[in-house]
């Protein structure tokens, strides 16, 4: 998980830390849960593992695919995007690093994010609104940033620990759907049980993976602006580039935030503003006042 030898993304340690934390203490939750399901179906384990092995193996495979389609993005070549493919191949020349597939989303929000369940099948995607936006310089912070989190390697744990919430809280759903069928029906007691059961263990499974996944994506949005900045020799084009993309966001309508939430925790910026203290636990991104605080104190380290 920790950023290649070759890469001249300087490694951060604790985000190495952080990363197998998450992803250890998720495997023991999961570990927990299915030893907990097969208690509970009895005879039917078999029925209940596969399922669950069975809709986690799916989205390993399509994850890249899944978040490409949510942003209602596609990958484009040198071609369609020149210029986007000339920053990339010269910060990846820089950064002595491979370059990751491009991808563009249709939406207006100036955004970024970089997804995929390996370190060499990773896709990094902006929006018509980030190219349209921002400036060479600020756009070549913002890219840097991405590829920060493809070299880390956070942008793989992300993809995986995210998906790994998304089926237990589909599982919870289901649950919960089960229990309302057996609330209604005479002489289900023992299925009401078993639903209940699944669905409780499902929603703590998803509260640990939220609280974990979130906790990982503030510390992870840290280290990438810092190596970045450290990259490119230029923390104030990424302090412009975080204004311009989250003041944009404050003027996108409701209705349109709605949509881009469900890719909240990859975005470079957050499609909605840090929660204030009391709801920084459940907050996906530092603050954007604290992400230009460590920036500016790069900049005057790098003078």
Known sequence: MASTARSRFRTDRQLSVRMLTVMGALALAYAAAIAVLILVLGRWWPLGVAAVAGFFAFQMLSCDKVALRVAGAQEVDAEQEPRLHAIVDRLCALADTPKP??????????????????????????????????????????????????????????????????????????????????????GMVQFLLVALAVTALAAATWLVSVLLVRALS??????????????????????????????????????????ATALNAFYFCPVQAAGKTGHQLLSTHPSVEARIERLERIAAALR
Not at 226 to 253: C, D, H, M, Y
């Open 218 to 259: 503030r510390y992870r949005e840290f280290a990438a602006d810092q190596a970045a900045a450290q990259l490119t020799g230029n923390p104030a084009a990424l302090s412009a580039a975080l204004v311009k993309t989250s003041a944009e966001a404050a003027r996108i309508p409701h209705k349109d935030l709605r949509h």
């Open 101 to 186: 597939r491009l991808a563009v989303a249709s939406s207006s929000l100036p955004n970024a994010f970089a997804a995929g369940r390996r370190r060499e099948n990773v896709v990094l995607c902006v929006t018509r609104g980030m190219l349209a936006q921002l400036e060479d310089e600020e756009l070549e912070g913002v890219l840097a940033h991405e590829l920060a989190h493809v070299a880390h390697g956070d942008a793989v744990v992300m993809t995986v620990a995210s998906f790994i919430g998304v089926l237990a809280g589909l599982t919870a759903r289901l649950g919960a759907r089960l229990m309302l069928i057996a609330g209604r029906a005479r």
